[in-house]
Every structure is written in structure tokens, then in C-alpha cells.
């Protein structure tokens, strides 16, 4: 890499402006794919801080990591949608890396042995603690290489690292997926004067917070009734749980090449929004897989192609559901939270009727029916 910090900052405005040059697209794949050194650098120290944790903590769920280079049509929106004059040469999350874990609990006991050799957290926000409006929920950190060779060409490049509960993870992942088959920017929402998707996914974070996390949220002055009613009024008018159920992930996953001399798989994903289809490309050599990454964005820039890589087939499905067309855990996790909320609000509501609450759990079971598993429907039958 033999890019000018001024060369990097002049790609950037061109590309906030909508004037890019193909210099400039070259210049700006070529940054991007300069992170990769320092991505594989941090994550061979997070691997050992994994390790650490598995063997002290022996977590149940044990943590699952994977990394990806942002997409040139996400660092376009980013310039162009900031209002702070982010620069392409400062943008924190270029690169980036992502651990998920069973709780919050165990997210915590993580962060107490996050230390690293060559890199400097600058800036950490903490969305478990304090989730966005819009329900998002993490722990996002960022990190900048501070190599001991000042002259180094990677110094100051920045990682970021996110942290998730599994249950935070799928609910992130379901709100992607609805951008994608619908063309929407729920994920880029502001939480502020919310559409009716944008509220449908505040409360089902809420719920998942009440169930999975056993704590009210953003939305703690609503009882357990009034959430329940919420959400089946919403997906009533919106079927947003049966668009998602309904969707078929990626059948026919090839056969991944590691790269050469490390335990780590790369590929290059994109899909076919009209056939909500999958095209998958991996190979041992990284320089092929940027190519094709590079080629694939310049082809099929609607088809959202992304660059991950992963020790493993299972992590890279787990860390990058949407880009799988995958959301089986949400809508079960949705379902399976719905019937708990149900159960227990009612179970909890001293002035309701057992005919109301006969009513209301027969409007549930009709409302999702095509969704329900054979188990959820025999409990809902049976109370």
C-alpha cells in the first residue's frame, strides 16, 4: 500500500459528492483492503483472549467470532449521511470483528480481559446498558493500531469490535433481513418519530429485554399486556414474522478453503434480492477473494456483496445470518418469547377473564399459525 492520507481524504469527499473518479474507486478499494492486516493482526489476539475466556469460564454457549471489511455502498451511505463531516481516512469501522455470547453476563466478563498488544481503545459505547431508541442493543468498541515502528504504513487504521448476546444478534440480524427484502432503512433509524416497522422492531427488542434478559427497557412504563397486544396489532397490519419465517436461507453452502498458513476461512458473499438467492465464492489465496469481492461490487452493486472471514463455516453463518437470508432464530425466538409474555401477563392480570384470556390466545394462535412449530401450537391448544 502506497496510499497519501490526502489521496484517502480526497477519495472520500468525491465519494460523499457523487463525483468519483475511477482513480478514486481504486484508491478506496485499496485502503479498504489495507485493513486486512491489521484485521488478521487484532483478531489473532482476540483468538487468544477467547481461548482464555472459554478455558476459565466455560461458558455454555461458548462465544462465537467472526470478521468482516465494510461494503462500498455502506461506506458511501456513511459519508453521505453523516452530518458530522466524517472522513473516509477517520471512518472507525472499516474493518471490524464480532463476538457473541449467551447473556450480558457474560459479555462483561469478557470485556475484563480485553487487553492488546499494538492497539489502543479510543472510544467505546455501551448499548447493552443503554439501548438506542431504535432497540438496538451492544457493546461497540474501537481500536487504533499503534504499531512500535512509528513509520508504520497501517498506524492509526482503526477496528471496530462488537459485542452481542446471542438474543441481541437475532433481533439486529431480522432488522436487516427487512431492509433487504423490502428496500427499507429501518437499521439507519434514528428511533424518533418511528414508522410502524421501525415501532414493531422497538418492541420486539422490548420483549426480548422482558424474556431474554429478565429487565424492562426503553419502553418500561408498557405492561407486559399492553406490549403483547402491541406486538400482535402490529403484526396483524404488518405480517413481519411470517415475511421473515418464510424466507429460505442458503441451501447449498460450498466447500470453504482456508487460508494459507492460518485457521481461517475468507469468502465473498452476495445476494439476489429478486431470487432471494445466495452466491457464495471462497478460496485459500485472500488476493483472489478481494478480487472477486471487487468485481463482484462493481457487477452486482444492488446484490450487496461482502467480504467475511471465519475459522469456520458454522461462525461465519452464526456472525453474518443476514447476508444468509437467515432468520429462523428470530422468528422462534419471537414466538417462543410471544407465548412466555402471554403466559405470563395474564397469568399476572387479576381483572382479566379466563374468556378474554381464552380470546386473546386464540387471536394469537390464528394471527401466526402458519409460523407455529407442532410444539407451540400443542401448548397453546392445551391452555
Not at 432503512?185 to 420486539?204: A, I, M, N, T
Not at 399492553?226 to 447449498?252: D, G, M, P
Request: proline content about 3%; hydrophobic content about 35%; glycine content about 2%.
Amino acid at each position: 500500500m502506497a496510499l497519501s492520507r490526502s489521496s484517502i481524504k480526497t477519495a472520500g469527499k468525491r465519494l460523499r459528492n457523487d463525483r468519483l473518479r475511477e482513480s478514486d474507486i481504486k484508491n478506496i478499494n485499496e485502503w479498504r483492503s489495507s485493513h486486512r492486516y491489521v484485521l488478521n493482526n487484532f483478531n489473532d489476539k482476540l483468538d487468544l483472549i477467547i481461548k482464555k475466556y472459554k478455558k476459565s469460564n466455560k461458558p455454555k454457549y461458548p462465544p462465537i467470532k467472526g470478521q468482516r471489511l465494510k461494503r462500498f455502498e455502506t461506506i458511501k451511505d456513511k459519508l453521505q449521511n453523516r452530518t458530522d463531516g466524517m472522513c473516509l481516512f477517520r471512518m472507525n469501522d472499516i474493518a471490524g470483528s464480532r463476538v457473541i455470547f449467551d447473556n450480558k453476563k457474560d459479555i462483561y466478563s469478557f470485556i475484563d480481559l480485553l487487553t492488546f498488544n499494538n492497539f489502543r481503545e479510543i472510544n467505546q459505547e455501551d448499548m447493552v446498558k443503554n439501548p438506542k431508541k431504535t432497540g438496538y442493543k451492544g457493546i461497540h468498541k474501537i481500536y487504533e493500531y499503534t504499531p512500535n515502528r512509528s513509520s508504520s504504513i497501517y498506524r492509526g487504521m482503526r477496528i471496530e469490535l462488537q459485542l452481542r448476546t446471542r438474543y441481541h444478534h437475532y433481533w439486529s440480524t431480522a432488522v436487516e433481513m427487512y431492509d433487504i427484502i423490502n428496500n427499507s432503512r429501518c437499521k439507519f433509524s434514528s428511533g424518533d418519530s418511528p414508522s410502524d416497522v421501525e415501532l414493531y422492531f422497538q418492541y420486539s427488542s422490548e420483549l426480548f429485554s422482558r424474556v431474554y434478559d429478565n429487565e424492562r427497557g426503553y419502553f418500561s412504563n408498557i405492561s407486559d399486556l399492553k406490549l403483547f397486544a402491541y406486538l400482535i396489532n402490529l403484526e396483524y397490519k404488518l405480517r413481519i414474522i411470517r415475511q421473515l419465517y418464510n424466507l429460505k436461507s442458503i441451501q447449498n453452502f460450498p466447500k470453504l478453503k482456508k487460508v494459507k498458513g492460518k485457521n481461517l476461512h475468507n469468502v465473498v458473499v452476495k445476494i439476489s434480492i429478486n431470487k432471494l438467492s445466495v452466491d457464495v465464492y471462497s478460496s485459500h489465496k485472500e488476493l483472489d477473494v478481494i478480487k472477486k469481492y471487487e468485481e463482484w461490487e462493481r457487477e452486482f452493486p444492488k446484490d450487496m456483496p461482502v467480504y467475511i472471514l471465519g475459522a469456520s463455516k458454522k461462525e461465519i453463518e452464526e456472525c453474518f445470518k443476514n447476508y444468509f437470508i437467515d432468520s429462523k432464530d428470530y422468528t422462534d425466538a419471537m414466538l417462543d418469547a410471544l407465548f412466555i409474555l402471554l403466559d405470563k401477563s395474564t397469568r399476572n392480570e387479576k381483572l382479566l377473564s379466563k374468556v378474554m384470556i381464552k380470546i386473546l390466545k386464540f387471536s394469537f394462535y390464528r394471527l401466526i399459525k402458519p409460523s407455529l412449530d407442532k410444539t407451540v401450537k400443542e401448548n397453546l391448544e392445551n391452555n
